[in-house]
């Protein structure tokens, strides 16, 4: 099943609407690094952008369906199996099967904050308040300090693993190479190492705060999209690095789209 036609068909717009989003996002952030502090450079912002053009709101439903078809299809990797890479022990089936499952519920949320934007009631939080919001009620329970910071380790191991294979360029095992001409596959390695890097230093960045805020006991301290990627305008590279990083966020976003008419699903 999900390696149907719809199930493909649902999988393309879903990396197609995930490339409009980070594009973005990494257009927002570059703005923020040139003195626009008024933009918010995460899911939200982005999706707002979407809304004040012409025909928004049609946009917001392409949108949100499509990111609807994405976490349809993880969950339907993680029902029958993923359909690519599926080789490895039992072990390794079921640590597939678990993140396909984690990412469906991931792009559920997604696309439930879309539709929320949509219909005026809200739609997705800034993600920095999220991410306050969170660590404060967790700190609050038995043991949350510890949690906040077991998950900032997390968000920070991850981030290393994303940029990682994306640096080695473990991407390519999923894109139809055969489809593609020679100029477009140095292109897409390019992309997708360049922009799984970016993401990943995001992600990495974002959990060091979260840690942070565990050790300080301060839930201030954790930050969400916008607020890590404002940090790096306070290092000595100042809003080059920001620059940087932005950049890169825009080519994950443009990799998306290869990912869109090359991805194997």
Known sequence: ??????MRIAARAGFAARGVVYVLIGVLAVRIAFGDSGAEADRRGALEQVARQPFGEFLLWVIGLAFVG???WR???AVYGPTTGSGGGE????VKRLTALGRAVFYGVVAAGVFGLVLGSGGPQSSDHQSKGLSARAMEWPGGRWLVGAVGIGFVVAGCWIAARAAMRKFMKKMETGRMSAKEERAVKVLG???GVARGVVFATAGVFAVVAAVQFDPDKA?????????FTQTPAGPWLLVVVAVGLVLFGVFSFACARWRKV
Do not use: I
Not at 91 to 94: A, D, H, L, S, Y
């Open 1 to 6: 099943m999900a390696d149907s036609k719809a």
């Open 70 to 72: 994405l976490a349809l």
């Open 75 to 77: 969950l339907t990797e």
């Open 91 to 94: 072990g390794k089936r079921t």
């Open 193 to 195: 190492a360049a922009g």
């Open 223 to 231: 930050k969400g999209v916008d607020d890590t990627l404002r940090s």
